[in-house]
């Protein structure tokens, strides 16, 4: 399950090596595992909804939601919501048509393909930072004659 106490905390701590080690922001790191939270919840929830994957800076809680658009009259009970309804999960008068409401949904166990989904989704979004934190190093640069070894040479590319 994912919200064991000692996952909670891992989670934080892998988040903050992945930063460090990459020199990228934790930031990046946490949304990209809440995009790939997401993206696994939507294969055990179904696809057309939408959900809202959202982890807890402080304590490493994650919280699945469906996002639902509060409407006059729903048409599709998938995202959207009747005004009342919206009312009634909210406890208060205080809702508005257009407006968004997160419904809670229960802790997920996922599996080892979803699992597997949200590392690739996590890579892609890591590797991504590292390129665009890496471009920005160097494009102050250009012009200028540097010095450095080359790593690799791929598609065309030279990897200095």
Known sequence: MLNKRSNKVELLRIAEAVANE????????????E?????AAK????????????????????SLHKVLKIVEKPENLDTEISLKEAA???????????EEILEQLPPVDFGRIAAQTARQVITQ?????EKEREYNEFIEKKGEIL????KRLEYNNVIV
């Open 147 to 150: 010095t450095g070894i080359v």
């Open 35 to 39: 995009s790939a939270i997401q993206k």
């Open 88 to 98: 009634k999960i909210k406890e208060t008068e205080d809702v508005s048509v257009g």
């Open 22 to 33: 990459k020199s990228i922001d934790k930031e990046i790191i946490l949304s990209s595992m």
């Open 125 to 129: 979004s890591v590797r991504a930072a």
């Open 43 to 62: 294969t055990r929830f179904g696809s057309e909804n939408e959900i809202r994957a959202i982890i807890d800076r402080e304590s490493g809680n994650i």
